[in-house]
């Protein structure tokens, strides 16, 4: 039926071996060769509706055939970009409108002015590009497609109506960005139910950014004749959207009014939403992919979804099928979903979500390979562009940052690579540490997860926003939380907290316990998170209960507002969740330790062996995170700090009620720290330094936090290298492996500098953050400063910290010297210069609660300095002391001391940088 119009216009007779000579001669050969053959029309593709000849169809040498009668008429154009490196998943790009007209030299597309303009009295012409003809008559047109797609339009498939920098605003004027396409080649016109389905390889180039880049992708194109139903969808309006959004399609301007409106992008949910899954679905995967599929007909509460297996050969994106995506990419660490929209009505017409291999470890060592990849990814987040005037690090090249300079932002769901590597190899390695972690127990939570990872992927497809703000309405709290992943590792049936969540939507990011929770729920209940059905219920159903219950949502912008909306977080307090997750870090560092010898010793693939005196252990990392966890917490004594659990009790929150908002601000930090047994068991057991505490009990609902001690870690890495755990175990390769005796000794010996090292290094990463905690929020809430308030002991106790740290000496290290001409022997402090020189700092007139917080104690700590070095230089018997007096080492250990007088005196301080530890190779 195709060749019949082409037929009749009589240019058909172009041998079909000329077309082989293109596609040999084509330097994409390579890329062709790797390409699966077209689908042949599977069974289950939706007959195309009409038998009259197609308004595009395609032509020879990969040409488009325009048929004359359509000229005029209105056609979807939508495209997806294919990055061709590393994985070919898709993005989609901002549908539009367009319609074709024919000149003597060329055929025009122009955009469809409606909704671009406030009237249609003033006529109006959108080019958006000539294609050069190549042959025509009196019925069609054959155009040179490639040749007039020479730029792609890099609008993104979606648009929000909320402020923020990272996706276009309700701004028409906004969506007039293209990238520039110096070379391209259509290699495939192919008819797919009533779509005509375009491909195009395309070195694709930002003139704005990095000139110089060009970066390969398949542009596919999906055109059809544009036919409005009867099916529109509705707009967010300002009372709905804090309480739940769904992705929004371009703006359009109204007629006469100018307003501009977005529409959401639902599905018709009259017939029922099919949503394939990709053939190379591992079978031991369908299952569980098809329960996270299936999941929302429980918000929906009918049967709205259907699941299906994909014909061999179809992959996404697909001009037919929603698709889940299956791509095996062991170590992609993430996945993501888009959606192609009609941009008029807001209709979904189909969405594809990738789902990479990454969640399906298939045992212990697989789970064990998982953490090691995880973290070997360089600890610095991509940046979002090219880095200025300099070649690109590592970090930004690999994976997902490497593809999505071009197109970033695009997909509903780019998960932060690094916070989402923290979050899962910390489950993991939490996963790892415990005995009943079998492999049996390992698939089990492969499963689970990919149920929700799959759940929410769909979630976006149905056009959900993400609610990082669902773990604020968690019912377990971390310890429950941790009990209950035991139990279930143990027991498949355990009927623990069958009650519980530890959240109310799939749609946020969550760590690994609470996904494996969630997914265990979709397989074994058919129970529906509250949120998620509330917000179906909202966007398809009418129903408002999402508003009246006041349900907590916060997007991805939100996430810059508020503390406590954030991905990968836990639990309903903040606070409570950054103690918590300090210790989860540090329970789980001498596990972590041993697993980066087995990573050394049993690879994956033999090839990447390493001799275990090779590893370079690095101790800041540790550090830094455990650091970040305590930033985090300390930020809940700063007024700027905002909450939505708290601020979601206001109808609004501005200068007229800001007094009462800061009062609820701290009746919340009040709760959380009496939670946690108070400022000193909250903010300082755990410091790696002698102080007197009042610990007025154990913290309720997550573990306690022992005091930082290397020698105590020590302890815990020798015993665990005796248990059975770590005598006889799997390696990545999945060979039993085991360590010798030889092993041990280094292990142990390594473990031992790296606990000291860890030790110092955390102690100075968290005075930076003592540092630097602003606490203005009690004198923000009632104007005056308080006598005995948390914020009052926390400036006690930070007092103390820097007394300690300033003052203790280590009486084993000393430097001996000359004072003049008498020998004399100095004891060396205990901490660093650089701890101590930010113990000092801390006590700066500017980080307290009010200007002279610290006055007195700072000039105190600077008096008693400075007697004991003139007391360890028997500086009393000099009558005039001179710098140049001593020797070599006392000078340079009075100057050290010089330094820290001066920062607790508010000078500036000179200190030489210490020198930049030797970065190993990344491997
Ligand atoms: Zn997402």
Not at 425 to 451: I, M, Q
Request: proline share 7%.
């Amino acid at each position: 039926m195709l060749g019949t119009p082409l037929k009749k216009a009589g240019i058909v007779k172009i041998p079909l071996l000329s077309l082989a000579a293109v596609f040999c001669a084509s330097p994409y050969q390579g890329v062709l060769a790797q390409d699966p053959p077209p689908a042949s029309a599977p069974a289950s593709t939706p007959a195309p509706a009409s038998s009259k000849p197609l308004a595009l169809a395609p032509a020879p040498n990969n040409h488009v055939s325009l048929q004359r009668a359509a000229m005029g008429g209105e056609f979807l154009i939508s495209a997806s970009v294919i990055p061709q490196m590393v994985a070919a998943t898709s993005t989609a790009l901002a549908g539009k409108i367009v319609r074709f007209e024919v000149f003597h030299d060329g055929v025009d597309m122009y955009e469809s002015s409606e909704g671009l303009v406030v009237t249609k009295d003033l006529p109006t012409r959108r080019l958006l590009t000539t294609f050069p003809i190549v042959s025509q008559d009196e019925a069609r047109v054959v155009i040179d497609f490639n040749a007039g797609m020479r730029r792609v339009f890099n609008d993104i498939w979606y648009a929000t109506s909320e402020t923020t920098g990272s996706v276009p605003l309700r701004n028409p004027v906004a969506q007039a960005r293209s990238l520039e396409i110096p070379q391209g080649r259509i290699f495939e016109v192919r008819p797919e139910g009533n779509q005509l389905v375009v491909r195009q390889s395309a070195q694709v180039r930002d003139r704005q950014n990095d000139p110089n880049k060009e970066e390969r992708f398949e542009i596919r194109y999906f055109m059809s004749v544009y036919e409005p139903g009867d099916f529109q969808t509705k707009e967010h309006t300002p009372a709905i959207s804090r309480y739940v959004r769904f992705f929004e399609s371009h703006p359009q301007i109204e007629n006469n009014t100018g307003r501009t409106a977005s529409r959401i992008a639902l599905f018709d949910i009259r017939k029922p939403v099919v949503i394939h899954y990709s053939a190379n679905t591992p079978a031991e995967y369908e299952g569980a992919v098809r329960d996270g599929i299936l999941y929302w007909n429980r918000a929906f509460g009918r049967e709205v979804v259907q699941a299906a297996k994909a014909p061999e050969g179809v992959t996404a994106p697909d001009s037919r099928f929603s698709l889940v995506q299956w791509v095996p990419w062991d170590n992609a660490g993430f996945a993501y979903a888009d959606v192609i929209v009609d941009p008029r009505s807001g209709a979904s017409q189909r969405g594809q979500a990738f789902m990479t291999s990454t969640f399906s470890f298939t045992g212990k060592s697989r789970a064990r390979a998982l953490l090691r990849t995880m973290r070997s990814v360089p600890p610095v987040a991509p940046s979002p562009g090219p880095a200025p005037g300099g070649p690109k690090k590592f970090g930004e090249e690999t994976g997902a940052a490497a593809q999505s300079v071009l197109f970033a932002n695009a997909r509903a769901c780019e998960v932060d690579a690094v916070a989402f590597v923290e979050s899962f190899a910390t489950g993991l390695e939490g996963a790892l540490a415990d005995p009943a972690f079998s492999d049996a127990a390992a698939k089990r939570v492969a499963g689970d997860y990919v149920r929700e990872v799959v759940a929410h992927e769909v979630g976006h497809v149905l056009g959900l926003r993400h609610n990082f703000a669902a773990s604020l309405s968690s019912t377990l709290s971390q310890k429950e939380l941790s009990d209950w992943f035991t139990a279930y590792l143990k027991d498949d049936d355990t009927a623990l907290y069958a009650d519980r969540v530890p959240c109310t939507s799939v749609m946020d990011y969550m760590d690994l316990k609470s996904s494996a929770l969630v997914g265990r729920k979709i397989r074994k209940t058919a129970e529906v998170l509250a949120y998620d059905s509330a917000a179906i219920r909202w966007g398809y159903l009418a129903s408002n209960d999402v508003a009246e219950k006041r349900m907590l949502f916060g997007t991805d912008q939100d996430t810059r507002t508020y503390g406590d909306v954030v991905p990968f977080d836990y639990g309903s307090e903040p606070l409570v969740g950054a103690y918590a997750s300090i210790g989860e870090d540090l329970k789980n560092l001498p596990n972590s330790l041993i697993e980066q010898f087995i990573a050394a010793k049993a690879p994956r693939d033999p090839k990447d062996k390493r001799p275990l005196d090779q590893l370079s252990l690095e101790p800041e990392r540790a550090a830094t995170r455990i650091a970040e966890a305590y930033g985090r917490l300390l930020s809940w004594f700063k007024a700027g700090q905002r909450s939505l659990r708290v601020e979601r009790n206001f109808p609004f929150v501005g200068p007229l009620n800001q007094r009462e908002v800061y009062q609820a601000h701290f009746k919340a930090l009040n709760e959380q720290i009496d939670k946690l047994g108070g400022v000193d068991r909250a903010a300082f057991s755990f410091l790696p330094i002698d102080l007197k505490l009042e610990m007025k009990g154990e913290p309720a609902g997550v573990e306690v936090i022992p005091k930082i001690d290397a020698k105590q870690l020590i302890g815990r890495l020798e015993k665990l290298l005796e248990s059975p755990d770590y005598t006889q175990f799997t390696g990545l390769d999945e060979q039993p492996a085991s360590f010798s005796k030889e092993d041990k000794d280094l292990i142990l010996r390594r473990g031992r500098m790296y606990f000291v090292e860890f030790e110092k290094e955390v102690l100075k990463r968290l005075c930076q953050k003592l540092e630097k905690a602003p606490r203005d929020l009690a004198v923000q809430a009632f104007e005056e400063v308080a006598e005995d308030d948390v914020v009052a002991r926390l400036e006690k106790r930070i007092i103390d910290v820097a007394r300690e740290i300033v003052l203790a000496r280590n009486e084993d290290r000393r430097h001996k010297g000359k004072v003049d001409k008498s020998f004399v022997e100095v004891a060396e402090f205990r901490y660093e210069l650089e701890t101590r020189l930010t113990a000092a700092r801390m006590l700066a007139d500017g980080a307290g609660s009010f200007r002279s917080w610290a006055t007195e104690p700072r000039a105190d700590l600077g008096k008693q300095l400075k007697e004991t070095v003139d007391a360890s230089l028997n500086l009393q018997n000099f009558r005039e002391f001179k710098e140049s007096q001593l020797s070599r080492p006392l000078r340079d250990w009075y100057l050290n001391q010089q330094n820290v007088l001066g920062a607790l005196g508010g000078k500036p301080v000179f200190v030489l940088p210490p020198p930049a530890p030797a970065k190993p190779p990344v491997h």
